[in-house]
Nanobody
């Protein structure tokens, strides 16, 4: 069983930055692929970013590539999402997810999810 808890959301002006954190329980965090997703009302859940268990490989959705950066600290069982140059269209609930048995897809297969943290970007 893996428990995930996101933090760091809030209200920010367009062009600003936020850093989200996701703390994970469990002794085998360093073996999980971790991802960030987002969802706004009336829209489907969108893949944002993912990072391999080692942190060496990272993968981004098209809408955030070049603005967001995912990282992890396995000693702290934490994954981060640094969000820069935020836009109003980035407004959403952001969720972190753990894939405990990663396969070839970076966008699917996540089996544990956090409750989410809200990010609101004002224009």
């Amino acid at each position: 069983q893996v428990q995930l808890t996101e933090s760091g959301g809030g209200l920010v002006q367009a062009g600003g930055s936020l850093r989200l954190s996701c703390a994970a329980s469990g002794r085998t965090f360093s073996s999980y692929r971790m991802g960030w997703f987002r969802q706004s009302p009336g829209k489907e859940r969108e893949f944002v970013a993912a990072i391999s268990y080692s942190g060496i490989s990272r993968y981004y959705g098209d809408s955030v590539r070049g603005r967001f950066a995912i990282s992890r600290d396995n000693a702290k069982n934490t994954v981060y999402l640094q969000m820069n140059s935020l836009k109003p269209e980035d407004t959403a609930a952001y969720y972190c997810a753990a894939d405990t048995n990663p396969g070839s897809s970076w966008r699917r297969g996540y089996d544990y999810w956090g409750p989410g943290t809200q990010v609101t970007v004002s224009s």
